[in-house]
């Protein structure tokens, strides 16, 4: 049996193309109807700029999954990455999965507790992270999360 380094990327995730189009396009409809509807047959000013700000967001959201779904998820025998370099979590930091599907997890992904907290940060449809959770998936294919979850599993299960 041939030895993997600890940099060796065992597993990826990235998002799909057509879940990329699909939802940004979408969020970016979204935001471009609601400020329309805002300018064009305003309910009331307290309403107009709400709607205004609704769509704005809208908008934001949808830069921000543009920009997020580029990268891909990277798993070494050491950490769960992206390929940006930025590190989602420690696997000595892991402490079980959730596959389940009543988990409280990203769609077609899984669930990570942690043992230690760490830093809050989300790139809207690829991962999140709060507090002792970790969640992957979203735009996500599911043969692909549910790999990298069998593999976190094993490296679980040799673990303890």
């Not at 934001?60 to 580029?70: K, Q, Y």
């Not at 990268?71 to 070494?76: G, N, P, S």
């Amino acid at each position: 049996m041939q030895e993997t380094s600890d940099t060796e990327v065992l597993a990826t995730v990235a998002a799909s193309n057509g879940r990329r189009f699909l939802g940004i396009g979408l969020l970016a409809f979204l935001g471009v109807l609601v400020i329309y509807v805002a300018i064009v047959a305003p309910p009331s000013f307290g309403w107009q700029l709400f709607l205004i700000a609704i769509g704005a967001s809208s908008l934001m959201i949808a830069d921000a999954m543009r920009r997020s779904t580029v990268h891909r998820l990277e798993l070494t025998k050491t950490e769960l990455r992206d390929s940006g370099g930025l590190t989602i979590a420690e696997v000595d930091n892991i402490v079980s999965i959730d596959r389940g599907a009543f988990a409280f997890k990203p769609s077609n992904g899984f669930l990570l507790r942690l043992q230690e907290p760490v830093e809050r940060k989300w790139c809207p449809g690829l991962w999140w992270r709060f507090g002792r959770r970790v969640g992957v998936g979203g735009m996500t294919p599911g043969r692909q999360t549910k790999y990298m979850s069998e593999i976190i599993a094993v490296m679980l299960a040799e673990r303890s």
